[in-house]
């Protein structure tokens, strides 16, 4: 299937990679060129795979999703004020796309694990509504030993968060030792894991998403990503 062509300075401005104005400038530059060496200008009709930028192809086009290592301290928001952001550790023209690239739900700061971003909207809301019950893994580690009943509470569906009107969905919860636990959601409440444990007169010290859905880290180390096929979602 022929893929649609657009205008040159529409395409680039909507990846990140430069304003509609600087796309002549680039062109003369010769950082902006035609995989087949032809003559470009701001508003001439490309497809995606026809443009390269410094030589290299172009990013993914609207549809990317990215799956990030997020490290502890940084913070799931694009406001600059709050912190060091998990936007940071992308390439900086990827915080100029448009659509813009959003988290599929959040992780706290102090949170780390598996993040999945992305741009595709109609994406974004499939993986957060609730009705999709999107299994999530949670390793957590406890300030104080595990009573033992936490696993029926949990798996129960019966366990009230404060100011909450509805009770949490059954959860399952694995013993690693005392103070170590993994317990797997299908809900993605406000610090759901940590309220979960608080219920139950604990407190979590670190926790860590290790699974989202089918995906897993692999060898991703802290503040590494990797672009995935969203059809394996």
């Not at 649609?4 to 530059?29: H, M, N, P, Q, T």
């Not at 993986?127 to 949990?154: N, Q, W």
Request: with cysteine; net charge neutral; glycine share 8%.
């Amino acid at each position: 299937m022929k893929s649609s062509k657009v205008r040159l300075d529409k395409l680039l401005s909507s990846l990140g990679y430069c304003s509609r104005k600087e796309v002549a400038s680039f062109i003369r530059e010769g950082i902006i060129t035609h995989t087949l060496n032809l003559p470009l200008k701001n508003d001439t009709k490309v497809s995606h795979n026809e443009i390269l930028f410094d030589s290299e192809p172009l990013d993914p086009p609207m549809g990317m999703v990215i799956l990030m290592h997020k490290p502890v301290g940084y913070v799931c928001s694009h406001d600059d004020g709050e912190g060091r952001l998990v936007y940071d550790l992308l390439p900086e023209r990827w915080r100029l796309r448009d659509p813009k690239i959003s988290t599929v739900g959040r992780l706290d700061k102090d949170t780390s694990g598996l993040l999945l971003l992305t741009d595709d909207g109609a994406l974004l809301h499939r993986l957060t509504s609730p009705k999709h019950k999107v299994p999530k893994v949670y390793e957590a580690t406890l300030d104080r030993a595990l009573k033992g009943d936490e696993a029926e509470i949990f798996a129960s569906g019966t366990l009230m968060l404060g100011g909450e009107k509805t009770p949490c969905l059954p959860a399952k919860l694995e013993v690693i030792d005392p103070t170590h636990a993994r317990l797997e959601i299908v809900e993605g409440r406000y610090h759901q894991v940590r309220r979960m444990f608080a219920a139950v007169g604990n407190h979590v010290v670190a926790l860590h998403r290790s699974t989202f859905g089918t995906l897993e880290l692999g060898d991703l180390k802290a503040g590494e990503y990797r672009l995935i096929d969203k059809e394996s979602l």
